[in-house]
């Protein structure tokens, strides 16, 4: 999509959006392909920029040893250092290992994952972030509530999936990701066909993937990447045009940071979920 009909498509937008419309010729050639040709060395484009950001007086409580239960990493070196090696199984890290596991990338400072966790203790959480402040304010939350069906990790969602077993998760969750906004960056979007197709091979048969997003053009992008996946079904059905729809909001996703913020500001929040077959 030119970058600068961004903003007149984002102003178009109705407010019944259930129903998407095709994005233009334009639009669909931007989405991201392979990010390297044969002939360039391979580089590893990530979906995050690691930031340092203010560590309130929560989030450094949180990373200290009283919280450290909550991480699956073993110390704060490791936290630092992002280390997930040996990371290879997420249900063993529960004792009731059977009950439905849902990942969450991206939980920023983590109040929503939190709300989650403790509104439905028959299931366990892992919660995977870079941000050090988000990791330790989670786990300060998390110890408020004594929650014992939530783990944090730290560090990339990408490299962590792709050393899980496949079929090992019943639901990945990915709440008002980075919208990359400028065209150079798509290619950082969580979203891609390269990138879905770690999610679909963690998830199990029957699983589901949920994300939402306060920008228009990513919602649009979004149900394009995942339309063109086989691996993928609309839970919202498809529209006239064989589009996937976008879902109603569903009463058991909290209100994060940053849907409150694109809420504030005016945007429109598009919920996406689709089935693994
Ligand atoms: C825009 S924030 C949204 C935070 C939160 N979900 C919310 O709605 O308030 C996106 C978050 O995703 C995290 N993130 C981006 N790519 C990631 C990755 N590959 N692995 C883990 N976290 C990632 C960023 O660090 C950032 O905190």
């Known amino acids: 999509m030119n970058p600068n009909n961004l903003q007149n498509s984002e102003q178009n ?6 129903s998407p419309q095709p994005l233009s010729p334009t639009a669909q050639s931007t989405l991201p392909s392979s990010p390297t040709s044969d002939s360039e060395p391979r580089r ?13 007086k929560k989030a450094e409580a949180g990373l200290q040893a009283d ?4 991480f699956v990493q073993p110390d704060l070196a490791a936290i630092q250092a992002m280390d997930i090696e040996g990371i290879t199984n997420l249900r063993a890290l529960f004792t009731n290992a059977e009950a ?3 990942l969450e990338i991206g939980f920023g400072m983590g109040a929503s994952l939190v709300e989650m966790a403790a509104a439905a203790p028959e299931r366990n959480f892992v919660g995977i972030e870079v941000h050090e402040a988000g990791l330790g304010n989670c786990a300060f939350l998390a110890g408020e509530q004594q929650l014992t069906n939530l783990k944090l990790i730290s560090g990339d969602a990408i490299s962590l999936m792709k050393q899980l077993p496949s079929a090992h998760v019943d639901t990945v969750q990915l709440y008002f990701p980075d919208p990359w906004q400028k065209k150079r960056h798509f290619k950082r979007r969580f979203v891609t066909p390269e990138r879905m197709a770690v999610v679909a091979a963690v998830l199990k048969t029957g699983g589901i993937f949920h994300a939402a997003t306060d920008w228009a053009h990513y919602a649009h992008w979004m149900i394009e990447v995942m339309d063109s996946l086989p691996a993928f079904s609309n839970v919202a059905g498809n529209n006239s045009e064989g589009i996937g729809n976008f879902l109603p909001r ?3 996703r909290p209100l994060t940071k940053f849907e409150k913020r694109g809420i504030q500001e005016g945007r429109e929040i598009y919920d996406i979920m689709y089935h693994k077959l």
Do not use: S, Y
């Open 13 to 18: 937008m109705t407010t019944n959006h259930t």
């Open 44 to 56: 590893v484009i990530q979906t995050f920029m690691k930031r340092k950001t203010h560590m309130g």
């Open 67 to 70: 919280f450290a239960h909550f």
């Open 100 to 102: 439905p596991l849902t």
């Open 250 to 252: 569903p009463d058991f």
